[in-house]
Nanobody, 131 residues
Framework: EVQLVESGGGLVQAGGSLRLSCSTSGFTFDDYTIGWFRQAPGKEREGISCISTSDGSTYYADSVKGRFTISSDNAKNTVYLQMNNLKPENTAVYFC????????????????????????WGKGTLVTVSS
């Protein structure tokens, strides 16, 4: 059974930091690209970042460049999202997702597609940034 489980969300003050984790199982980790997404209340889902677990290449949406860092620990089948200098508008449910197609995932993360088709999704973790 494929599982992606996000953790690390919570309440943080503006300017603070959080590190999210995406623990995966049930598929060959190195064969997939892992992406992070978020959805704020009343808003569309938004791509944040993705990482190729095979070569470590990373990609970011313009809105988070310089503040968020994605990384992976292939030994643990886990991807992380370090979020610094958080802002109240970053309040959202954060999801991780996996897809075999790197180019597709890059497009999904860095553009505003009509749909966010990925092979597998986690259930999300809530991040709340207070002002």
């Amino acid at each position: 059974e494929v599982q992606l489980v996000e953790s690390g969300g919570g309440l943080v003050q503006a300017g603070g930091s959080l590190r999210l984790s995406c623990s995966t199982s049930g598929f060959t980790f190195d064969d997939y690209t892992i992406g992070w997404f978020r959805q704020a209340p009343g808003k569309e889902r938004e791509g944040i970042s993705c990482i190729s677990t095979s070569d470590g290449s990373t990609y970011y949406a313009d809105s988070v460049k310089g503040r968020f860092t994605i990384s992976s620990d292939n030994a643990k089948n886990t991807v992380y999202l370090q979020m610094n200098n958080l802002k109240p508008e970053n309040t959202a449910v954060y999801f991780c997702a996996a897809d075999e197609d790197l180019i597709h995932t890059i497009m999904v993360v860095t553009t505003a597609p009509p749909n966010f088709s990925m092979d597998y999704w986690g259930k999300g973790t809530l991040v709340t940034v207070s002002s």
